[in-house]
């Protein structure tokens, strides 16, 4: 069955240092990867998507991400944090039921300090 | 342009009570989702729309819970005879993608705060 471990519910930072949110995924072939990001109130907003075309995936607001298939992970990092990245971030796989099914991991809370 | 909207923003409701929760997709998204995230937990596949099929249901936790999408758009969640474990943050998506697309992002609502007391 296909799901992700999302490692870390916190993760505390300082604004201008690097952020790194950490996933682990179970698949039996090639998944759809996704990391969405809920801020305090508001919907979920896709942050970046892994399609197998290209392992290192760059997304909004200075966010990317690398599929590595050795390590079965899909961390999320971006180099200087800002006080606006504070927010949940979800790794999301996609199950192949003849539409878009997705799994959500628990979430990580991203704390940034001054 | 206008995003997914769900109605009402937050609900109080007591136990043994039903309630309705809406979602109005982005128009000409033909698919549909209804998720739940309960607190410290991640999201929830309740349900999901495509078109004129027949909706997948898998995800509904109990015979309790229904929905329905009228003429391809509006969808509307029911909750019957509420408990508590069933207080939860409703999310509804829409998406452009049909079957066979895996990739295609999901556009989610804001989502319905469901208390039950």
């Known amino acids: 069955a296909q799901s992700v471990t999302q490692l870390d519910s916190h993760v505390s930072v300082s604004e201008g240092t690097p952020v790194l949110l950490r996933c682990n995924y179970s698949?039996?072939?090639?998944?759809?990867l996704f990391w969405y990001v809920q801020h305090p109130n508001k919907g979920l907003q896709l942050l970046l998507k892994y399609t197998s075309a290209a392992t290192l995936v760059k997304g909004i607001n200075g966010f990317e991400a690398e599929f590595k298939k050795s390590e079965t992970s899909f961390h999320l990092t971006k180099p200087s944090a800002h006080m606006s990245d504070a927010a949940e971030y979800f790794c999301?796989?996609?199950?192949?039921?003849?539409?878009?099914?997705?799994?959500f991991g628990t979430g990580t809370r991203l704390l940034v300090s001054p | 342009g206008a995003g997914v909207s769900q109605s009402p923003s937050n609900k109080v409701t007591e136990k043994g009570k039903d309630v309705e929760l809406r979602c109005d997709p982005i128009s000409g998204h033909t698919a549909l989702y209804w998720y739940r995230q309960s607190l410290g937990q991640g999201l929830e596949f309740l349900i999901y729309f495509q078109g004129n099929s027949a909706p997948d249901k898998s995800g509904l936790p109990s015979d309790r819970f229904s929905a329905e999408r009228t003429g391809g758009s509006v969808s509307t969640l029911t909750i019957q005879r509420t408990q508590q474990e069933d207080s939860a943050v409703y999310l509804c998506?829409?998406?452009?993608?049909?079957?066979?697309?895996?990739?295609?992002?999901?556009?989610f609502g804001n989502g319905t705060r469901l208390t039950v007391t």
């Open positions: 999301v796989v996609s199950l192949n039921t003849g539409f878009q099914k997705l799994v």
């Open positions: 698949s039996s072939y090639s998944p759809s």
């Open positions: 998506a829409s998406s452009l993608a049909g079957r066979g697309s895996y990739n295609s992002p999901l556009h």
